[in-house]
């Protein structure tokens, strides 16, 4: 039972892996509820990294500060799972426009058109495990998919 739990957790640090109902309770219609969005960032993949994040309500935003590096992490897995960190938090929160992501070593951004642009329109649609799965983490295992947003 525990090495089932053990390799849950770890599946659920990775973008490939992650399992989209763990973050059902952090669904809501506004980005202004900080320990909403905080449960949130905490049960996605790079949940386990230092960071702090501030919420602009006029503009729908999110700036997460992480304090490891891109270099550290890993080039692939922190572009793979900024992406699929951005999809899921603009499918389960309604209302947000935009998320910047910055480390000591580079900042990325990504906004809803362009996100709903990729993965299907709206994103909240797409929660449902199999609709996820084949919208959203299939086309992250392509190296290729995920490279067309960080040029």
């Known amino acids: ?7 849950y957790d770890r599946n659920q640090r990775d973008a490939l892996t992650h399992d989209i109902t763990a973050i059902e309770k952090y669904r809501s219609a506004y980005v202004g509820d900080a320990p909403n969005l905080g449960g949130l960032l905490e049960h996605l993949p790079l949940g386990d990294i230092g960071k ?8 729908c935003t999110v700036t997460v500060d992480y304090r490891d ?5 890993g080039e ?9 960190n951005s999809a899921a938090a603009m499918a389960s929160i309604d209302n947000l426009a935009g998320i910047t992501y910055r480390f000591p070593d580079g900042s990325f951004t990504f906004d ?11 994103l909240s649609h797409l929660l449902a ?8 983490q299939t086309r992250l295992s392509s190296k290729e998919f995920c490279r067309q947003f960080y040029q």
């Open 76 to 84: 692939e897995k922190v572009q793979r799972d900024l992406l699929y």
């Open 129 to 136: 495990p199999a609709k996820w799965r084949d919208a959203v």
């Open 1 to 7: 039972m525990e090495q089932r739990q053990a390799e």
């Open 52 to 59: 702090q994040y501030t919420i602009d309500s006029d503009l």
């Open 112 to 122: 809803r058109k362009t996100m709903e642009d990729a993965f299907g329109s709206p």
């Open 69 to 73: 590096t891109v270099w550290n992490i």
